[in-house]
């Protein structure tokens, strides 16, 4: 399947393409243009909008595109709850949950926009583990508090 989004990703838009490879759709293809461009190209390629105004898989009643994945595709998993509040603190101006993880998150993306990479698929390439990492903290976090 094809899924299309803003160019020039940060921390949503690195989380929902994880996401979609490791719980949703492992042969995902990714297609990133510019923002006015996005629902075009979609149309034209087939391809699921994601974290842009007025789409299903965006931010809605202050939550983030993450959070929205997780809703829709009904993904049960405590430590990737854990993981949406975090994303949601790096992404999100208004903080709903307040981990402190999430400033961490948003620094080290901020610091790949600054690796001069050669696109945002080189970006994903590369930010990845960052996320299996989080995942793993995640899934040692809810396990050590029962829930």
Same mark, same amino acid.
């Given at each position: 399947m =094809?899924? %299309?989004?803003?160019?020039?990703?940060? +921390?949503?838009? !690195?989380?929902?393409?994880?996401? %979609?490879? =490791? $719980?949703?759709?492992?042969?995902?293809? $990714?297609? #990133? +243009?510019?923002?006015?461009? !996005? /629902?075009t190209v979609a149309e034209r390629e087939k391809a699921i909008p994601f974290d842009v105004p007025n789409v299903e898989l965006g931010h809605h009643d202050g939550k983030c595109s993450f959070e929205a994945f997780i809703e829709k595709y009904k993904i049960k998993d405590s430590a990737l709850n854990l993981l949406a509040k975090i %994303?949601? &603190?790096?992404?999100?101006?208004r903080d709903l949950y307040g981990q402190k993880e999430a400033s961490g998150l948003k620094a080290?993306?901020? &610091? #790949?926009?600054?690796?001069? /990479? =050669?696109?945002?698929?080189? %970006?994903l390439e590369k930010e990845f583990i960052v996320y299996d990492a989080l995942y793993a903290?995640?899934?040692?976090? !809810?396990? &050590?508090? &029962? /829930?």
């Open positions: =094809k899924w %299309i989004t803003r160019e020039h990703v940060k +921390v949503d838009r !690195v989380a929902c393409p994880w996401l %979609i490879k =490791k $719980f949703i759709d492992p042969q995902a293809e $990714f297609l #990133f +243009v510019s923002a006015d461009k !996005v /629902l %994303i949601h &603190g790096a992404d999100v101006s080290i993306a901020e &610091g #790949f926009r600054y690796l001069n /990479l =050669k696109d945002d698929h080189e %970006i903290y995640c899934q040692q976090t !809810v396990k &050590g508090s &029962g /829930l």
